[in-house]
């Protein structure tokens, strides 16, 4: 058996299909996996698709359930912060004071959503789907008849709009550009994409953006001005205007990377006993001549 301990450090689809992929590959030694949430790991995707369209239960997002992680010998600690990384030691630091040895680290810390900057982006009620208590209180304001606004026309923000209308939910999305998920799809698709929204019902307002969240009581959201000065009625506002890979603290430590942690083509960062994994990875891509940094389900499966 070995003597090596493993640790995982995030609890997404990256993190969990790294630690499922040791076992499976007959790695013996101790395993590790920590993450932030008070919960085992699970994916993201299920969270903006079946959950919010009432198809699936949220549970249905969990990679495993807890028996399966116990049976692996996986050690999952969930509620738990990493704060800083010694290379020279390695060790993790956390943030209740404690350290974390490791012999060998998959970082998979992934992004999270970029914050609105808005008068009344505080309020109660500005909600960013990332994480599972967020889809939950996004599906009660779907389960209450809204309504609704969402920040932002790209994946995140039409799909909720999607889920919206399967609940009969009035719905606006405000985006800033021409047209919804232009730079990803090209003029065509995108207008295609924008025609079929507004067919189901979603008022589309497009080249808008926000100016300001109005708060009932100065606390919860009532309502949303736009940079055209029209007042929306929102019982919440959802924000979808793009996500930042979580890399501060790894990148102080000294690993190379600038928008995400460098790795070669086997995710290997520019410490030998160190990969990244997910949304964070900046990989070598030879047959492109530079380094690819992919902000989708499927690079953290696939990876």
């Not at 405000?174 to 232009?182: I, S």
């Not at 990377?257 to 460098?262: I, L, R, S, T």
Request: hydrophobic letters at 45%.
């Amino acid at each position: 058996m070995s003597d090596e301990t493993y640790v995982v450090v995030g609890g997404g689809l990256a993190g969990g299909r790294v630690a499922e992929t040791l076992r499976e590959e007959g790695f013996d030694g101790d395993v590790v996996l920590v993450t932030v949430e008070d919960r085992p790991p699970y994916e993201r995707p299920v969270l903006s698709k079946g959950y919010l369209l009432g198809a699936e239960p949220v549970t249905s997002a969990y990679l495993h359930d807890a028996a399966w992680w116990r049976d692996h010998a996986i050690d999952v600690r969930t509620e738990t912060m990493v704060t800083g990384l010694r290379l020279d030691d390695r060790l993790l630091e956390l943030e209740d004071g404690g350290t974390l040895a490791y012999d060998k680290l998959a970082l998979a810390t992934g992004s999270w959503p970029r914050r609105l900057d808005v008068p009344g982006a505080d309020l109660d009620g500005v909600l960013y789907l990332r994480d599972m208590p967020e889809a939950e209180r996004i599906k009660k304001v779907l389960d209450s008849g809204g309504p609704l606004v969402v920040v932002g026309a790209g994946w995140i923000g039409l799909e909720i709009a999607a889920a919206a209308r399967t609940h009969s939910v009035p719905v606006t999305v405000l985006e800033t550009a021409p047209l919804p998920l232009q730079r990803v799809l090209g003029d065509d698709v995108a207008t295609i994409f924008a025609e079929l929204h507004r067919h189901h019902g979603v008022d589309l307002r497009l080249s808008t953006g926000i100016a300001r969240i109005d708060g009932k009581d100065g606390a919860t959201v009532s309502s949303v001005v736009t940079s055209a000065g029209d007042v929306l009625p929102a019982a919440a506002v959802v924000v979808g205007i793009g996500a930042e890979p979580q890399v501060d603290w790894i990148l102080a430590a000294g690993l190379r990377g600038e928008d995400g942690v460098d790795t070669d083509a086997t995710l290997q960062t520019s410490d030998p006993s160190v990969w990244a994994v997910g949304d964070i990875a900046a990989v070598d891509n030879p047959a492109l001549g530079r380094r690819v940094r992919i902000e989708h389900w499927a690079m953290a499966h696939d990876s």
